[in-house]
């Protein structure tokens, strides 16, 4: 996401740590490239414009002139101003009322059956009692999509086939949920364009009747400066409350993000990064903005990881490696582990640098390496993988011929974990023999 307006601002950036000395000369030359780059990101220009002239007033102030370090300034400059046009702090969601209705409203083709869904799923996992309502009743099989996504979630879908009363299925919605004990209603409604006024006076009605605490404009992030067209029309209209930015992973320019919250006044609440259920994480300004300026995102990294792997698990596998019982059934789990955090690319990406780490980098590589080793692993039975110590050299060929690999990667792979288990034997004693000295070396004060 914002592959192209990164890059950019990076050289910018690379330029500015050089610099001795800050003038308005070189600090104009620098701006001109920072305004080149939101444009080309597709940023609003009125919301470019006052970008860089909030961003030049402070970087010629006498703090900055007179610092140590002046490029370093303009860089935190920067970053500050950026997350204040992105929206200082995370909103959060209000659900109040009995039921909690959540109104999803936007353009055609913008996203909204796949984020009602995507926000059930997070919703439930905080312990909410979600009902998803099908209320889309103008596209084709959009109920059933719906509903095969709440299987799929395990979220009941309250649906009317059939039926083209919107406010009916409002009322029968309410009345559902209060008969089934659900607390929250996430309402997906059909796209409409913004001058589509009998549609759109259609959501003002469903909105009077099940009185939203949160009315939330699903936007296409590849929509760009027109998403300020898009956002106003639907607020003048509804009163949105917050956006949800969609499809973040394939635009690499990110123009409604940087364009929305400036001009609307509305917070980003939420974003889509993905196709699968998980792809779909809070909005955080001061994250995004790390992200963007090539900082990294190491707090979501760390979320992400603890809600994907089993803390049990992880656990049991520490205490395996400490006492140097780690076996090739382990090695299987903890590879499983890795790929629930999503593909070997995002993950690093969220690491400081590491958009530069990748560059020029042949993941893919990495990821086919992983899945050959988990063919391997796979092609082992249980026993095997227990006691790798009864892999001989005919078990080794038939475990070859089942992953489609040749015998010496099956070789290869036992060796680096002998050597893997090896080190971690060897960690052990040396922290049971450091336990012996109370933390110290033997013969010294330390």
């Known amino acids: 996401m914002f592959d192209s307006l990164s890059s950019r601002l990076q050289n910018v950036f690379r330029n500015l740590r050089g610099l001795g000395k ?5 600090v104009s030359d620098s701006l001109r490239d920072v305004r080149l780059a939101l444009l080309e990101a597709d940023v609003h220009f009125k919301v470019a414009r006052d970008f860089i002239e909030s961003v030049k007033t402070k970087a010629l102030g006498e703090q900055v002139l007179q610092s140590v370090q002046p490029g370093q300034q303009m860089v935190k400059i920067i970053h500050d101003e950026l997350v204040v046009l992105l929206g200082t702090e995370n909103a959060g969601i209000q659900l109040s009322g009995s039921p909690a ?11 909204k059956t796949t984020s009602s869904a995507k926000l059930a799923r997070l919703l439930q996992k905080q312990g909410r009692q979600v009902l ?96 300020v067209n898009v956002a106003t029309h639907f607020d003048q ?43 779909f994480e809070p909005f955080h300004p001061e994250r995004m903005a790390q992200r963007i300026l090539g900082m990294g995102d190491v707090i979501t990294l760390v979320e992400k990881a603890a809600e994907a792997v089993d803390q049990k ?22 590879l499983r582990e890795m790929k629930k955090l999503g593909p070997l690319e995002d993950v690093v990406k969220l690491l400081p640098g590491g958009s530069d780490m990748i560059k020029g980098a042949d993941l893919s590589k990495s990821e086919r390496e992983f899945k050959r080793m988990e063919g391997i692993l796979c ?58 000295f109370g933390g110290k070396m033997p013969g010294m004060g330390f």
């Open 379 to 436: 092609a082992m039975t249980p026993k095997e993988r227990n006691h790798p110590e009864i892999l001989n050299g005919k078990r080794r060929i038939r475990i070859a011929k089942g992953s489609g690999v040749n015998v010496a990667e099956v070789n290869n792979l036992l060796k680096r974990f002998d050597e893997m288990r090896d080190m971690m034997r060897k960690m052990n004693k040396f922290q049971k023999m450091m336990g012996k």
């Open 313 to 334: 698990k992880a656990m049991e596998l520490e205490e395996k490696m400490r006492k140097g019982n780690f076996t090739l059934e382990d090695f299987l789990s903890q």
């Open 101 to 111: 209705c959540i109104l999803m409203c936007g353009l055609h083709g913008s996203g």
């Open 237 to 279: 209209a509804l009163g949105v409350t917050g956006a949800i930015l969609t499809k973040l992973d394939g635009d690499a320019r990110g123009g409604a993000a940087l364009s929305f919250r400036s001009v609307v006044g509305k917070p980003i609440k939420f974003m889509g990064t993905g196709e699968k259920p998980e792809d």
């Open 22 to 26: 800050i003038s308005e000369s070189n």
């Open 132 to 227: 998803l309502v099908a209320a889309d009743v103008y596209r084709p099989a959009a109920m059933d999509q719906l509903k095969v996504l709440g299987d799929k979630l395990d979220i009941p879908v309250f649906l009317q086939p059939g039926e083209k009363d919107v406010l009916k299925i409002g009322r029968d919605a309410l009345a559902h949920a209060a008969a089934t004990a659900r607390n929250t209603l996430i309402f997906d409604t059909a796209g409409r364009l913004q001058i589509d006024e009998p549609l759109v006076q259609e959501l003002v009605r469903l909105k009077d009747l099940i009185q939203p605490s949160e009315i939330l404009l699903v936007l296409d992030s590849a929509t760009g400066q027109e998403a």
